[in-house]
């Protein structure tokens, strides 16, 4: 199978925690960040953080408590602010929309490892596997995204070495832990692609 080393496609739906405030400027534009809770089956719910560019939102006006359909490319950037997770995973937005209904959260990956997978089991005993996938963009960058398999799926990730390079389905996940840090505890969101469905591929 040919190996496209830029699929980056993520399609999501919930509701818009908190309005848009400033995030950055970059070539002269300014972008604005916002999190979106998507609201998953089981009723939990997962918080992700979305850039949008001004004139986007111009043109969709956002306030809290709206609901909203964002697709766009999952996006990862260094924090070197020494505040919060050393590697910051966001959903930049390509388009947005006003939207009602069922909230979606859906992905389509491909990259390559740039890790060794992680293969563990909980406490209870569930299988669990971590990799870091490298997603290139188009412009010679890459984004760095942590991703989770379970069970069957760990399992087929175990086996994967540096450099593979893996096609994936799934979507995105906010989960809460506790840091401990000299001694001292705080509470930290972890952000990760949960894998719902993965396939090798042949590179070019």
């Known amino acids: ?13 919930g509701a818009v925690a908190l309005s848009p405030t400033f995030s950055h400027e970059n070539h002269g ?12 089956l089981s009723g939990a719910e997962d918080q992700v953080n979305v850039i949008a560019a001004r004139g986007m939102l111009e043109q969709c ?16 950037f260094n924090n070197k602010s020494g505040q919060g997770s050393k590697l910051v995973i966001t959903l930049f937005a390509k388009a947005i929309r006003l939207a009602e209904g069922e909230h979606q959260n859906q992905l389509t990956l491909a990259g390559a490892l740039c890790k060794p997978p992680v293969f563990r089991r909980t406490p209870m005993g569930r299988e669990i596997c971590d990799l870091l996938l490298a997603v ?19 399992r087929q990730c175990a086996g994967l ?15 809460g832990y506790t840091k401990v840090e000299q001694g001292q505890s705080s509470q930290r969101t972890a952000y990760e692609i949960s894998i719902m469905r993965l396939e090798p591929l042949d590179r070019i």
Not at 1 to 7: L, Q, S, Y
Not at 61 to 76: D, F, H, K, W
Not at 161 to 175: H, K
């Open 136 to 154: 290139n963009r188009r412009y010679g960058r890459a984004d760095y995204l942590p991703c989770i398999a379970w069970g069957a799926l760990a």
């Open 29 to 40: 534009i300014r972008y604005y960040g916002f999190p979106l809770t998507v609201r998953r």
């Open 161 to 175: 070495e540096v450099g593979d390079a893996i096609r994936l389905e799934g979507r995105f996940q906010s989960r």
């Open 61 to 76: 006006p956002l306030e809290r408590g709206q609901e909203a359909a964002v697709e766009g490319e999952v996006r990862s």
């Open 1 to 13: 199978m040919e190996f496209d080393w830029n699929e980056n496609r993520a399609m999501l739906q």
